[in-house]
């Protein structure tokens, strides 16, 4: 596709399940970011990848939140026994490099029941 | 004190009025960041610039650097320009976006 896609769009769970959300950056974008977005609030950033390497995972809030991409491409977050908390919109971006401008796909959002 | 500042926080007009955001950053930066987020909630770069100014269509952006400071301004607004807009930075010493807290803009018909 022409741009960045994210699935699921909308996902329902049950608190201690786990979740996987997926990103499909753009084609060739090397650079693969992942946001957390809170109702009301201004994105956090959770993780960035460079091709495969995930480069920095500062912002994970904490070891049940986990992310890969092992191919340089697709990346998946995933959610291990969701809490409440855990409820936000997910959103990935993707960029050509470092200094390009990101893209955004059009996020999960996540409720946890 | 936020390392990235907006203002005005809300801000509503009359279509055709030129609108006027502002943003303030506190640090060092390699660029900075336009966005606009739909209500449907998707987001969407509209410029990324790091010096002088840039023009896309009725959306113009500057930026100085020595007073760290950047405005967007959209010319004869419309109802359709209704979105939050967010200011973001990016520095060299890190890829993370630092993100303001967004302007929300309603365009009255």
């Known amino acids: 596709g022409a741009g960045v896609s994210q699935s699921p769009r909308y996902k329902v769970t049950k608190r201690g399940q786990d979740v996987a959300l997926r990103c499909d950056p753009i084609?060739?974008?090397?650079?693969l970011y992942w946001y957390r977005q809170a109702l009301g609030q201004g994105p956090e950033f959770l993780t960035y990848?460079?091709?495969?390497?995930?480069?920095?995972k500062s912002g994970l809030p904490n070891d049940r939140f986990s992310a890969e991409r092992p191919e340089g491409s697709i990346s998946t977050l995933t959610i291990q026994r969701t809490e409440q908390r855990d409820s936000a919109m997910y959103r990935c971006?993707?960029?050509?490099?470092?200094?390009?401008?990101?893209?955004f796909g059009p996020g999960t959002r996540l409720t946890v029941t | 004190k936020n390392e990235v500042e907006q203002s005005p926080q809300n801000l509503t007009a009359q279509e055709g009025e030129f609108i006027t955001i502002n943003c303030s950053y506190s640090?060092?930066?390699?660029?900075l960041h336009w966005l606009q987020q739909h209500p449907g909630g998707g987001i969407v770069s509209l410029f990324m610039?790091?010096?002088?100014?840039k023009k896309h269509g009725r959306l113009i952006a500057t930026i100085n650097i020595q007073e760290k400071h950047s405005s967007l301004h959209i010319t004869a607004s419309h109802p359709r320009d209704s979105a939050v807009y967010i200011c973001?930075?990016?520095?060299?010493?890190?890829?993370?976006?630092?993100w303001g807290a967004g302007t929300k803009l309603i365009i009255k018909p």
């Open positions: 084609s060739g974008h090397v650079s």
């Open positions: 973001a930075v990016s520095m060299d010493s890190n890829y993370q976006l630092i």
């Open positions: 990848f460079n091709y495969e390497a995930q480069q920095d």
């Open positions: 971006a993707s960029s050509l490099g470092t200094s390009g401008v990101p893209y």
């Open positions: 610039l790091s010096s002088g100014k």
């Open positions: 640090v060092g930066i390699s660029a």
